[in-house]
């Protein structure tokens, strides 16, 4: 099936771990973005990476690090996991060549911090 | 000026009625505003969007309407289905350096009584 999908769709770990989410979509779009839902359902974008390249990062901590090894995958990996980076979060891609174009969203990795 | 403002947050309709959803933008550049929605555990699907060169667009039975003096646009649900609640989200993209990047709204979560 063409889609985005996530990798794990639950993450439940403890304060101070590290861990990894891994995103991959067969769309042949040539830009990913990664975005964070907190409680409230508040969807806000992190990063975006076009060809591989970083084109947004948003205010987001250090802790955060993105990675792209290729057009079709974008992975995310936190360092030192704290409680408030409890949320959603989501991969999303798109082709910057129509501007707008519609953003597939993955189906969402929930990660709790205890 | 990055941000958009959606209201209500929630919004209980009865079955065959019409949902309407309310956003307001600062950002003159914002040339690209599509809604989305978002059924439980899943990830923001596109339900529609819309371009600031027209005042309308209408499928089925979703339908914005925009206002560019007033920055303003809106979603009409028309004929509310219980397969309709789900959370909405309002979006805008564009402007220099544009990368594709979604702002979006703070979301309302529609529930349609049967």
């Known amino acids: 099936d063409t889609a985005v999908s996530q990798t794990p769709k639950y993450l439940v770990t403890q304060m101070g771990n590290d861990k990894s989410i891994k995103c991959e979509q067969n769309l042949g779009h040539d830009t990913m973005y990664w975005y964070k839902q907190d409680s409230k359902k508040f969807l806000k974008i992190m990063f975006s990476?076009?060809?591989?390249?970083?084109?947004i990062n948003e205010t987001v901590p250090n802790r955060f690090s993105p990675k792209s090894p290729d057009k079709a995958h974008l992975n995310l990996h936190i360092n030192s996991l704290e409680l408030g980076d409890s949320a959603v979060y989501f991969c999303?891609?798109?082709?910057?060549?129509?501007?707008?174009?519609?953003?597939?969203f993955g189906p969402g990795t929930r990660l709790l911090v205890l | 000026q990055q941000q958009v403002k959606q209201s209500p947050q929630s919004l209980i309709v009865q079955k065959g009625g019409i949902s309407i959803i309310n956003c307001a933008y600062e950002?003159?550049?914002?040339?690209?505003f599509p809604w989305y929605q978002q059924f439980p555990g899943k990830g923001p699907a596109l339900l529609i969007a819309?371009?600031?060169?027209?005042s309308e667009k209408k499928e089925g039975r979703f339908t914005i309407s925009f206002n560019k003096s007033a920055k303003q646009f809106s979603l009409h649900i028309m004929d509310s289905q219980p397969g309709d609640s789900a959370t909405y989200f309002c979006a805008a993209s564009g402007g220099s350096g544009n990368t594709g990047k979604l702002i979006f709204g703070q979301g309302t979560t529609l529930q349609v009584k049967p």
């Open positions: 990476y076009n060809n591989k390249e970083l084109i």
């Open positions: 819309i371009r600031p060169d027209v």
């Open positions: 999303a891609s798109t082709s910057v060549r129509v501007l707008g174009e519609t953003q597939y």
């Open positions: 950002n003159t550049a914002f040339d690209y």
